[in-house]
C-alpha cells in the first residue's frame, strides 16, 4: 500500500508559487520558509547556504532575472515547473557568451515536498535542466 503524501496538490501548488515570489523579490533571507536545510540539487546536497549562493549568483550573472512559471503539474509530494526566462545575462551563461544580449530559455524542474520543522512544506530535492541548446542557437 502506497503512503498518502503529507500535502495536498493544492498545498504545494501554493508553496511553490510563495518560493517563486520569494525568488522574484530576492527575498533570500525568507528561503528558510521555502527550502529546508538539507536541500539536495541536482542530487548534490546543496545545503540552504548552497543553495542561496547558487541562486545569489545566478541574479549576479543575471540582475533582470525572473522566474516565469510556464507549465506547472502537481502530484505529491513532487511538483513539476516548467520556466520560461527573457532575459539580459551580464557575461558569459553556462560557458556561452552572451555579454548583455538579450536572450530566452526554459528551464524543467522537479522539486520534491516533506514536511519542514513546523510541519509546513519544504522543497527538499530539485531536479532542474536548462535548455542550453535553445539559448546557443540564439546567439
Same mark, same amino acid.
Given at each position: 500500500?502506497?503512503?498518502?503524501?503529507?500535502?495536498?496538490?493544492?498545498?504545494?501548488?501554493?508553496?511553490?508559487?510563495?518560493?517563486?515570489?520569494?525568488?522574484?523579490?530576492?527575498?533570500w533571507?525568507?528561503?528558510?520558509?521555502?527550502?529546508?536545510?538539507?536541500?539536495?540539487?541536482n542530487?548534490?546536497?546543496?545545503?540552504?547556504?548552497?543553495?542561496?549562493?547558487?541562486?545569489?549568483?545566478?541574479?549576479?550573472?543575471? #540582475? @533582470?532575472? =525572473?522566474?516565469? /512559471?510556464? +507549465?506547472?503539474?502537481?502530484?505529491?509530494?513532487?511538483? *513539476?515547473?516548467?520556466?520560461?526566462?527573457?532575459?539580459?545575462?551580464?557575461?558569459?551563461?553556462?560557458?556561452?557568451?552572451?555579454?548583455?544580449?538579450?536572450?530566452?530559455?526554459?528551464?524543467?524542474?522537479?522539486?520534491?515536498?516533506a514536511?519542514? #520543522? @513546523?510541519? =509546513?512544506?519544504? /522543497?527538499? +530535492?530539485v531536479?532542474?535542466?536548462?535548455?542550453?541548446? *535553445?539559448?546557443?542557437?540564439?546567439?
Amino acid at each position: 500500500m502506497t503512503e498518502k503524501p503529507p500535502f495536498t496538490a493544492s498545498e504545494i501548488t501554493a508553496a511553490y508559487r510563495a518560493y517563486i515570489d520569494c525568488l522574484n523579490r530576492r527575498d533570500w533571507d525568507a528561503l528558510p520558509d521555502h527550502v529546508a536545510a538539507e536541500v539536495h540539487h541536482n542530487d548534490r546536497p546543496f545545503g540552504l547556504p548552497g543553495y542561496r549562493a547558487m541562486l545569489e549568483s545566478d541574479v549576479r550573472a543575471i #540582475p @533582470d532575472l =525572473a522566474f516565469n /512559471i510556464a +507549465r506547472l503539474a502537481c502530484e505529491p509530494p513532487l511538483i *513539476a515547473a516548467g520556466l520560461a526566462f527573457d532575459c539580459t545575462p551580464v557575461g558569459a551563461l553556462f560557458g556561452l557568451p552572451v555579454n548583455g544580449r538579450r536572450v530566452q530559455f526554459t528551464e524543467n524542474v522537479f522539486y520534491h515536498y516533506a514536511p519542514g #520543522p @513546523d510541519g =509546513a512544506p519544504r /522543497i527538499h +530535492r530539485v531536479w532542474s535542466v536548462i535548455d542550453q541548446a *535553445a539559448l546557443a542557437a540564439q546567439l
